[in-house]
């Protein structure tokens, strides 16, 4: 079986960008529902910060003392890019046009993404010498977001999560593999906030991971892409069945 630690340079994930399908509910501006109080950012990089708002509406987000400003586009959407930043925090993030939303606790530090297979899903209380990392492990500088899985045929432009920092409460079901390896990050670099973004998907091999653009490149994975979408055109309730597999 594979797995995969992968540093992101900055908080985001490139598949729930790229061709996004799906536009936000409403008009009521909002960050993504996987941005949340506790949450990192990673530093020394600019840091993309995006959401949803009326169509047309100019939204002002700050970050600590720093202040972008952007315009939501016609499907709602906004987003601005904050300067890179070191080893700070805890800051306030918010966003505002006529109503104001904000995210409390906000580390700067490095975020990392915990991905692969079934073996990167085992939690910390099922691994080896779990009562003792268990009971060691409040670390408030050390923090996860777990993104719930939701099967979709198009790339989703957001998902649920909620960050949490490591605790006793908290740990057992951390990702056994990511918290031992986050752990010996905070032990060398004891200022540095770790953040984990946890998204594994049993069974799933490389090329799940990997966009349709990426994989039509190779001969051999074009083939499939265009088998499965000639499928989805004879059977079309594939892709509505697909995405009410999943928990919203």
């Known amino acids: 079986m594979t797995f995969t630690i992968l540093r992101k340079c900055c908080i985001l994930l490139p598949l729930l960008l790229v061709g996004a399908k799906f536009a936000g509910a409403d008009d009521a501006i909002r960050f993504p529902g996987w941005f949340s109080d506790h949450m990192v950012l990673q530093r020394e990089r600019p840091i993309p910060i995006?959401?949803?708002?009326?169509?047309?509406?100019?939204v002002k987000v700050q970050l600590g003392d720093e202040t972008q400003t952007a315009q939501a586009d016609s499907g709602g959407r906004w987003q601005v890019s904050f300067s890179p930043r070191p080893v700070g925090g805890p800051f306030?993030?918010?966003?505002?046009?006529?109503?104001?939303?904000?995210?409390?606790d906000v580390l700067i530090g490095d975020v990392w993404l915990i991905s692969?297979?079934?073996?990167?899903?085992?939690p910390v209380k099922k691994g080896t010498g779990?009562?003792?990392?268990?009971?060691?492990?409040?670390d408030d500088k050390l923090r996860l977001v777990h993104i719930r899985e939701r099967p979709a045929y198009y790339p989703m432009n957001d998902v649920n999560?909620?960050?949490?920092?490591?605790?006793?409460?908290?740990?057992?079901?951390f990702p056994c593999v990511g918290y031992y390896f986050a752990r010996k990050l905070r032990e060398e670099m004891k200022d540095v906030p770790i953040g984990l973004i946890r998204a594994p998907v049993g069974s799933t091999v490389?090329?799940?991971w990997l966009s349709r653009k990426d994989l039509k490149r190779n001969k051999a994975f074009a083939y499939y892409v265009n088998k499965l979408d000639a499928m989805a055109e004879k059977f079309p309730e594939m892709k509505t069945n697909m995405e009410e597999l999943g928990p919203k």
């Open 50 to 58: 995006w959401g949803w708002a009326k169509a047309g509406e100019k």
């Open 92 to 104: 306030v993030l918010s966003a505002e046009t006529g109503a104001k939303i904000r995210i409390s």
């Open 116 to 122: 692969g297979q079934s073996n990167m899903q085992i």
């Open 130 to 138: 779990a009562e003792e990392a268990i009971e060691t492990s409040l």
């Open 161 to 173: 999560g909620q960050w949490e920092t490591a605790s006793p409460q908290t740990v057992p079901m």
């Open 206 to 208: 490389a090329e799940t």
